[in-house]
């Protein structure tokens, strides 16, 4: 395994050919963006690649794939695309593939066993890199391409709002936005709210409490407020970010039931409290500002043990 | 009155002094961020420049002003910076002004009477603007203008989400960033909540009603229910756009009760629908994707001249 330069990467890519690329589980615009939009650019230039998404693409992300079909090839160079451990890669996404040629990432923590390397750790997105990389192979944006750099950086940003976000990330949404339909790339990903989700949040402040003094602010979803308000995963997103929004809360912590008698916890912090730390506690972990850890018992005993900690944490 | 090009503007403001800023009423992020700006900037030149504001500058503003201290001089040059027209100027703002002398705005609807007018339709910002002018007057940025510029540009745009952003848009934030904390700023815009906005939110999402097939939603604000809350001007900002991130919703229309029995009504679109067209049957207007009007009258009447005017336009 070595840590390579970008001119490496693109040498790299430039001399193979059969490219198989791949995405990690529970897949993100992210690694749906780079992975794709690579997979566009490497197919301009006369090579073929395949993406490898674990399961299907979420509907959410069809949009990405309209002009996508699956080409007929034996992978002969494997690149995984924002796959930070080797832990993230479904097994079908795994199939046929003995080692991975090449890793480009954007996570400071990558552990990806691959023969070359490449990860900035100030890309807010791995798409900012693909970006780059598309640039010095010198393909031609189309909107397709530019549809999934969009996609990347403006998810992994928050549509630019994230900490990460910086100069380049805006440099690069300037350049890609004159090619694509990030209008509708953002109704989908940062305004649409479906009318169970809407309920879904209004019964999540139904739920919120505050303790340590307002510093912390605990909300939950339980099996049975979900099947009354008929709403799947798609629903689910984003509710973790509820409780930290609101004014004086540094650490927000949102108490999901999952079948099992076990509840998925997720902690959000402002004010550089330690999420991680939090939740290591509990056997989880995490990102500084965002953590997350499972908790078996009934609502009553694991609100009570993640209050106490919080408090004593505080 | 004269349409004037931005080269024009950087010679009215080079050759005048003692400059007066007017911005509009409800102040917002784009009338604040652009005015403070240019006094910012002006003074920079050696130059006299208050900005006159309707009240007080909103608390969650009041980090555009920490270094900014009234000066004391008498008013020789007039500048309005994203009034959309003359009713939306103060009577606190207009004190001691006989005429305006120049417009800086990016409403395309501008009606403002000023002696020379620049009208940038295109501009996400009348910031936008204001950092062009600022460029062009040859002053470095700093963290003031900076984070007046970016407080403008994102607050405008919803953090780079709404249909009005440009390639510009992203390249002028590329251009501040570096200059300003946009983190602490996005977090005041766009994370933070207190207990009374969320409460506020959660009676807005009681009073949604759809209407036009589901392609209509509309919410309202009485001055009961704000009393009730404790809500203040603050509270209220960022309520028109509940109803149009509604699955389905084209138009999403908030209401607003203010003192005299006036409603201020806001309008939101997708798909292209056209809220200003929609505005102008009640003598308002603004941008194509949102919009605004006053009409008088009870809940009801108001609601249901809104209803018929959105069923016959959808």
């Keep these: 395994m070595r ?4 001119d490496e990467v693109v040498s790299l890519l430039k001399e193979n050919d059969c490219f198989k690329l791949l995405t990690h589980s529970y897949p993100d615009g992210d690694t749906l963006g780079g992975a794709f939009a690579l997979a566009y650019a490497l197919r301009k230039l006369g090579k073929k690649a395949n993406v490898a998404v674990n399961g299907a693409v979420p509907s959410k ?15 002969a160079y494997i690149v995984s695309v924002d796959v930070a451990a080797m832990s ?5 996404v795994m199939e046929g593939v003995d080692k991975i040629d090449l890793c480009i990432d954007h996570h400071r923590t990558n552990s990806v066993a691959a023969e070359h390397v490449y990860v900035d750790g100030d890309a807010a ?21 530019a549809g999934c750099i969009y996609t990347g950086i403006s998810t992994d940003t928050g549509c630019f709002c994230y900490t990460n976000t910086t100069p380049r990330t805006h440099r690069i949404a300037a350049e890609v936005i004159p090619y694509c339909d990030w209008q509708s790339i953002n109704y989908i990903n940062f305004v649409v709210k479906t009318r169970a989700k809407i309920r879904m949040e209004r019964m999540i402040y139904d739920t919120m ?7 912390c602010a605990v909300v939950y979803t339980t099996l049975a407020m979900q ?23 540094q ?3 949102t108490m999901r039931e999952k079948e099992g008698g076990v509840f998925k916890i997720s902690v959000r912090t402002n ?44």
């Design 251 to 253: 650490m927000g912590i």
């Design 125 to 145: 997105a791995a798409s900012e890199t693909v970006w780059q990389i598309i640039g010095m192979l010198g393909v031609e944006p189309d909107e397709d391409i």
């Design 61 to 75: 992300f069809r949009y990405l794939v309209k002009n996508y079909t699956e080409q007929d090839f034996v992978p």
């Design 3 to 6: 840590m390579i330069t970008l």
């Design 271 to 314: 004010d550089g409290i330690n999420a991680s730390e939090f939740c290591k506690q509990f056997g989880g972990g995490g990102h500084p500002a965002a953590s997350g850890c499972s908790i078996e018992g009934d609502l009553g005993t694991v609100k009570k043990m993640l209050v106490d900690a919080a408090e004593a944490f505080l």
């Design 209 to 215: 409490e505050f303790y340590a003094g307002g510093k």
């Design 227 to 249: 099947m009354a308000l008929g709403a799947g995963d798609d629903e689910m997103e984003g509710l973790a970010n509820i409780p930290r929004q609101v004014e004086g809360v």
């Design 88 to 92: 993230l890669l479904g097994d079908s």
